[in-house]
């Protein structure tokens, strides 16, 4: 139930469901389904059956059938990112990216990497697009170009201040090869630090490792920018010293360089009613040493860990944008989406039969972007799927403890398993009920955190 309504307050129709479902004789097992996923707001459902059995004698040490569950169905978590559409899963995704870029800034000793990363050349870099056109902002000291001082919630910031002259379609088109921008990039950026080195290409390899995670974050005009960690290792990765010559200071001037440098850029061919363009990071970088410990103004190992963690759960929501694809262009007006994020939509559907392996059109709810939120290289640290195992083997061993299996040697035991997809989210009902389910899970989290010691709560959250 919402935080304002009351039962009165509720749909008859979607009142009578959740008292069904509260009432029905299953419903403890339910809210146990559900408590399991996090509180879930679109679980997957299955049903199947296992059985493990001892090798050497066939004996059935445990037998589970969806059978016995309420509606004869498990409810597992969706394992969306993206917090718009379910809060729960996105809360545990954040979680799992903000100990993936912390073990790469300050070592993990369950993940093979030590705590002497720490000790190598890394800063925290944001490189933003170019500009399309003048839009509503908040100067420091001073006021928009439109001569108002603009509120930080005002809906106006990020709009263009004339939108018959704003660039959409270059925006959006910025936007869909970002990805290919940040590729060249990283190469480019390897060259560099070759020649400052006084190395060659072939004699960095046998030296030296570039390391990054990063994530994208929209701006409020709709165009994409990415946030990294950039680090220089050893040959062997975080396990091995960076060569004597490596620092930040080094760093810094490589990545400057990279930027700036004529090799940096995506040409885009003309194509009817639009011209070649040639696209480049904007004039706005930011490189910033990380510390392990802050002073009160250096950025800190924690403070950009659960930096990539708030924005690897999120799309271009804070744009007005939808965060599912979009059929047609009638949805713009029945959502009701703002002016300026549904002209960049429509410049995306607008030029999707001009660049036609760009694939603009199904990615118009992205605003043209087309990659993944949150990367990494492959030697930055730990790996998404490495922390997902770990959970899922902590959830395995407390079972057959709970089955009175855990003393048993896993080789000695054959498992046997069959499941089919079996649907997908809740009854209207069972939604109010989830969601209630969901918050409580997420105030006892709250409390927990907060009764930690700073240090640790720090470390702990995602965002």
């Given at each position: 139930m919402t935080d304002s309504a009351t039962l009165a307050d509720l749909d008859p129709g979607l009142l009578r469901d959740m008292l069904k479902v509260a009432g029905a004789p299953g419903y403890a097992r339910w809210e146990d389904q559900i408590r399991r996923t996090g509180g879930c707001s679109d679980p997957i459902h299955i049903t199947g059956?296992?059985?493990?059995?001892?090798k050497t004698s066939g004996e059935v040490l445990h037998r589970y059938s969806t059978g016995d569950e309420p509606g004869a169905r498990l409810r597992i978590a969706c394992g969306n990112r993206r917090a718009s559409r379910c809060p729960s899963c996105a809360w545990t995704y954040a979680g799992d990216t903000y100990h993936l870029i912390r073990?790469?800034?300050?070592?993990d000793d369950r993940r093979d990497i030590p705590a002497t990363v720490r000790e190598h050349p890394r800063v925290f870099t944001t490189l933003t697009a170019p500009s399309f056109g003048p839009v509503h902002n908040r100067p420091a000291s001073r006021p928009c170009r439109c001569g108002t001082h603009h509120q930080e919630d005002a809906p106006e910031l990020g709009t263009a201040l004339d939108p018959n002259t704003y660039d959409y379609a270059a925006a959006v088109l910025f936007n869909n090869h970002a990805g290919q921008l940040w590729q060249r990039f990283t190469t480019r950026l390897r060259r560099e630090i070759a020649a400052y080195a006084g190395l060659t290409q072939r004699e960095l390899k046998e030296e030296a490792r570039i390391s990054y995670g990063k994530v994208a974050e929209f701006q409020k005009r709709g165009a994409i920018h990415f946030h990294a960690v950039i680090r220089i290792d050893g040959p062997a990765g975080p396990l091995s010293p960076p060569p004597y010559w490596a620092s930040t200071e080094l760093l810094d001037r490589a990545i400057r360089a990279a930027v700036a440098h004529s090799y940096t850029s995506v040409s885009v061919p003309a194509a009817t009613d639009q011209p070649a363009r040639t696209f480049r990071w904007g004039?706005?970088?930011d490189v910033r040493p990380i510390k392990a410990f802050g002073d009160g103004s250096d950025i800190t190992e924690q403070a950009v860990a659960s930096y990539v963690a708030k924005y690897a759960t999120k799309a271009a929501e804070n744009t007005?944008?939808?965060?599912?694809?979009?059929?047609?262009r009638d949805a713009l007006?029945?959502?009701?989406?703002?002016?300026?994020?549904?002209?960049?939509?429509?410049?995306?559907?607008?030029?999707d039969p001009l660049y036609p392996d760009r694939r603009l059109a199904a990615w118009a709810h992205m605003l043209g972007f087309r990659g993944h939120f949150s990367t990494k290289s492959r030697q930055y640290s730990t790996t998404l799927g490495a922390l997902r195992q770990t959970r899922a083997d902590y959830r395995a061993a407390q079972e057959a403890e709970a089955r009175g299996l855990d003393d048993l040697d896993p080789d000695t035991v054959l498992v046997l398993a069959s499941w089919q997809y079996a649907g997908h989210g809740h009854t209207p009902g069972e939604s109010v009920l989830a969601a209630t389910i969901a918050r409580d899970i997420q105030l006892n989290r709250q409390t927990a955190r907060?009764?930690?010691p700073d240090q640790l709560a720090l470390e702990g959250a995602a965002s």
């Open positions: 059956w296992t059985v493990a059995k001892d073990a790469g800034l300050a070592g004039t706005q970088l007005g944008t939808l965060d599912r694809r979009i059929g047609n007006v029945i959502l009701d989406v703002p002016t300026h994020t549904a002209r960049l939509i429509e410049a995306c559907l607008d030029l907060e009764a930690l």
